[in-house]
Each structure stands twice: as structure tokens, then as C-alpha cells.
T-cell receptor, first 113, second 115 residues
């Protein structure tokens, strides 16, 4: 069965540190890839998405992600985190031709001021 | 409304009771999705609607779970004879259509606690 793995469940960083959150999926076909963020007390919001084209995708708030097809990965990065980036981050995959999102278990990021 | 809304935001119920969870999608969105987020788990797909029909109910965990959508808008997820393992956050999402290129917009969720 298709699955999405986020290996880092909890990450704690100081402000200005660089961030990389891992996301791997298991599916050999064409996929669409997403990162969603859930700030404390708020609902899920889309950070960025990849459908096709340039594998380096830029999203909101300085986040970016790189799709590496050979590694089945879509890691999220930010060069310098802020306290306001404290949130839970979810990677999701939809299989090409379908509407169903398969989510990872999420990574809780805490940024220390 | 501006976004997807869900009600109630919190629901505490006794084991064995029935509950109804409501979702109001973004106006004009024809596709609607229900997910469940249990403690320590990712979001688990339950069911999706295109208009009023539900082509994919594959994620419903048991026959105690059902959902309907009327008028191509509001959807209700019903859980009968609730069990403690039903405790979770139930999320609703909508998209302009049910296609892979249409972003899903999520509501705030309903936190269900079964005691």
C-alpha cells in the first residue's frame, strides 16, 4: 500500500537555525506532492505543492521543497527559522489521476526564541 | 463563507451514543472530503463526495460510519454507537473539483472524545 513517511516526529531548533524536514513516499508512479502546516490553534494550510516541472518548489514564508524522484523524497527546507514557524508540518502525496491525499504522521517543530 | 467551517468544534459523547459532525465547504466547491486524525497518526482518508454522490467510501472504518451530502453543499458525517477508538479530530476539506490539480482546503476540525 502507498504510504508517506516523516521520520522526524519532533524537532527543536533555535531561531535562525536551518530546517530540513524529511518526507519519503512509497509509490512507483507519478505523484503530486504537498506540504501543509498547522499552526497552534489553526487549521491546516498549504505551504507548497509540486505537480510537475522544476523539482525545486518555493512556497510561502520562505519555505521550499525539493522533489528527488530517484529517492522518492520531498524534503522541506527553510534557511533560517523564526519563532513563528512553530507548528506541525504534514507531507502529503496524491497519486496522479486521483484526488485522494495520503498524509504522513506529521513533524512537530518548536522554534526557541 | 470565506473558508471551510465545521461544527461542533468539540464534542464529548458517551460510548454507545450516536454523533453527527457537520461540514460547510467553500461556496462553489463541488468536491468534499472527510479525514480523521487520531493521536500520533497522520490524516486518514475516510470518504469523498463529488456533488452529492460518494464515489469512494473506502476509508470508512466500519459500517457505524456514514456520510451524506445534500444540495451539493453541506455534509454530515454520522458515527453510530460510538466507541472509544472513534476519539479523534475529524477534518473536512473541499476543493473546486475532484481532480488531482485542485488544492484541498481544510476546515478547523471537530475534536470528538468518546468517554
Amino acid at each position: 500500500a502507498q504510504s508517506v513517511s516523516q521520520h522526524n516526529h519532533h524537532v527543536i531548533l533555535s531561531e535562525a537555525a536551518s530546517l530540513e524536514l524529511g518526507c519519503n513516499y512509497s509509490y512507483g508512479g507519478t505523484v503530486n506532492l504537498f506540504w501543509y502546516v498547522q499552526y497552534p490553534g489553526q487549521h491546516l494550510q498549504l505551504l507548497l505543492k509540486y505537480f510537475s516541472g522544476d523539482p525545486l518548489v518555493k512556497g510561502i514564508k520562505g519555505f521550499e521543497a525539493e522533489f528527488i524522484k530517484s529517492k522518492f523524497s520531498f524534503n522541506l527546507r527553510k534557511p533560517s527559522v523564526q519563532w513563528s514557524d512553530t507548528a506541525e508540518y504534514f507531507c502529503a502525496v496524491s497519486l496522479s489521476g486521483t484526488y485522494k491525499y495520503i498524509f504522513g504522521t506529521g513533524t512537530r517543530l518548536k522554534v526557541l526564541a | 463563507g470565506a473558508g471551510v467551517s465545521q461544527s461542533p468544534s468539540n464534542k464529548v459523547t458517551e460510548k454507545g451514543k450516536d454523533v453527527e459532525l457537520r461540514c460547510d465547504p467553500i461556496s462553489g466547491h463541488t468536491a468534499l472530503y472527510w479525514y480523521r486524525q487520531s493521536l500520533g497518526q497522520g490524516l486518514e482518508f475516510l470518504i469523498y463526495f463529488q456533488g452529492n454522490s460518494a464515489p469512494d467510501k473506502s476509508g470508512l472504518p466500519s459500517d457505524r460510519f456514514s456520510a451524506e451530502r445534500t444540495g451539493g453543499s453541506v455534509s454530515t458525517l454520522t458515527i453510530q454507537r460510538t466507541q472509544q477508538e472513534d476519539s479523534a479530530v475529524y477534518l473536512c476539506a473541499s476543493s473546486r473539483s475532484a481532480g488531482e490539480n485542485y488544492e484541498q482546503y481544510f476546515g478547523p476540525g471537530t475534536r470528538l472524545t468518546v468517554t
